[in-house]
């Protein structure tokens, strides 16, 4: 049910995985984009699940720098990085795979990349889902962050870290903590990114998200020209997809049965 390849890119190899259900339909395949210490690894068995839920094939690739993708051989570019994933690691899965049109689903900075890609690729994006998205620079979520650059200044911490990048780890974390606290963020937003989205979006955001309120997924909303279903799951932080892990898999099933495009 599941594969394992690397992807060669200019800057490094790529890592992905594919899990294809036994009665795989022929509908576009569903992609994901990890959050800030993401890797394919931490994503579990959402993955597979998913898969089996929606009966599509289900594509995850570490960024390089991330998991089991080389390094990266510089510095992310704040906040640039975020939209530059459409035309950067994502627009080389797309072609290794030979992938024409997509649905995305996008955790946490991944689902600002999601954004960003859905707006780039237009009429190609099938649909586009957003879990404890980040759209503009809210004081929570940097409040977020600094208390996160405490926390891993503790050895076991960046050991536990470790486990899932190796010897990339302070990479990973600068790449996390310095960006986001970096000046440029002051006045950063998705705001026309999100004006230029024309794919139906559910926008999925725990209640209790340390890193981010409500506000984010409302500012999808208010900002799309596009349907937009927010789902607010009250009791929730910022890993809806782990703590309510079944009701998230069959919104998203609901989500993409209704917007289902086979594909060609």
Known sequence: MDAET????????LFAKIWTPDTASHFVPVILLHDSLGSVTLWRDFPERLALETGRKVIAYDRLGFGRSDPHPARLAPPEFITDEAHGDFRAVLGHFEIKD?????????????????????????????????????????AGVRAAKSAFAAEDQRARLAKYHG????????????SWLSPQFDSWSLDTRIAAITCPVLAIHGGNDEFGSTAHAKRIKDGATCPVTVSVIGHEGHTPHRGSAGRVLAE??????SNKRARL
């Open 6 to 13: 690397f992807i060669p890119t200019r800057r490094g190899r």
């Open 102 to 142: 997509f649905a995305v689903l996008g955790y946490s900075v991944g689902g600002g990349m999601g954004i960003g890609i859905a707006a780039h690729y237009g009429a190609r994006c099938e649909a586009l889902v957003t879990m404890s998205a980040q759209t503009f620079a809210e004081p929570q979520t940097l």
């Open 167 to 178: 010897d990339k780890v302070d990479w990973v974390l600068d790449a996390w903590i310095e």
């Open 252 to 257: 998203v099933r609901t989500f993409l049965d």
